[in-house]
C-alpha cells in the first residue's frame, strides 16, 4: 500500500495487524510493523514518528534481533531524510552498509547506498552521491530488484537535472517509468485495486452480440410471395 501512496490505509492495516499480535500474543514482526507504521506516518507527513522508532531500534539491538533491526535502520534512514536531517540518514546508510558489506548481502547494499546516495543528492555533493546512486542502481537490477532499482534511477535523474544535464537526466527518467509502470500494475492487482477500464472491457468482449432484425420471403398456397420483418429472436 505505501508504494501505492495509499499511505493512510496503509496505517489502518498496519494498526490491525498491532492489535492482532497483541491479542494473540504474537510478537515476532511488532518491530517489522512498527517500522512501516512509522514510515507511513511519515510519508503522510508526521513529524514526531523517529523517537518510537529509536526505541524499537534499540530494541532489537539488545534481543539480537538481525533482520529486525535491519529493517528498522532502513526505515529510519527514510524517515530522517524525510525530515531533512541528511547527516543522520547517511549514519544509518553507513551502519546498512557495513552490515551488508561484512556478510555479503547484495540487496542490502543496494538499498545502504541509495539512502547514502539520497542524502549526499540532498546535501549536493553531486559527484558522490552519482556514485553511490550507480552502486545502487546497478546492484539492483543485477538481484532484480525492480523497487530498489526504480527509486535509484528515478534520483539519478533528479541528480542530472540539478546540474542541468538534460539528456541523462531524461534517460533515467524514462528507465524509472519504464520499471514503475508494470510494477504498479502489477502491486494495483495484488491489493485488489485493478483498472475499471479492464472490467469494462471484458465485460464488452464477454457480452453476446444482439441479433439483429431481418426481412422473410416466404410463399403462400395462393402461389404469392410474402415479406415480413422479424426481430433477432425469430
Known sequence: L??????????????????????????????????????????LGQKDVAPALQAVLEQTR?????????????GLAEIMLAAGDTRRCRAYGDELL??????SLRELEAGARRWRGKALLAEKDYMEA??????????AEDIGRV????????????????????????????????????FITELRHAVGLRNLASFAAVAKADKPKAALPQFKQYREADGRFHFKLVDGDG
Open 2 to 43: 505505501p508504494d501505492l501512496g495509499l499511505n493512510q490505509q496503509a496505517v489502518e492495516q498496519l494498526e490491525r495487524g498491532l492489535t492482532l499480535g497483541r491479542d494473540t500474543g504474537i510478537l515476532f514482526w511488532r518491530a517489522a510493523i512498527d517500522t512501516h507504521l512509522a514510515v507511513a506516518r511519515s510519508r
Open 62 to 74: 539488545r534481543s539480537s534481533e538481525r533482520y529486525m533491526m535491519v529493517r528498522c535502520i532502513d
Open 98 to 103: 557495513a552490515i551488508a558489506e561484512s556478510n
Open 130 to 139: 552519482q556514485g553511490e546512486l550507480f552502486r545502487a542502481a546497478a546492484l
Open 147 to 182: 523497487r530498489l532499482q526504480m527509486d535509484a534511477d528515478d534520483a539519478l535523474a533528479r541528480l542530472f537535472a540539478a546540474q542541468g544535464q538534460s539528456d541523462a537526466a531524461q534517460r533515467h527518467a524514462a528507465k524509472a517509468r519504464a520499471i514503475a509502470t508494470p
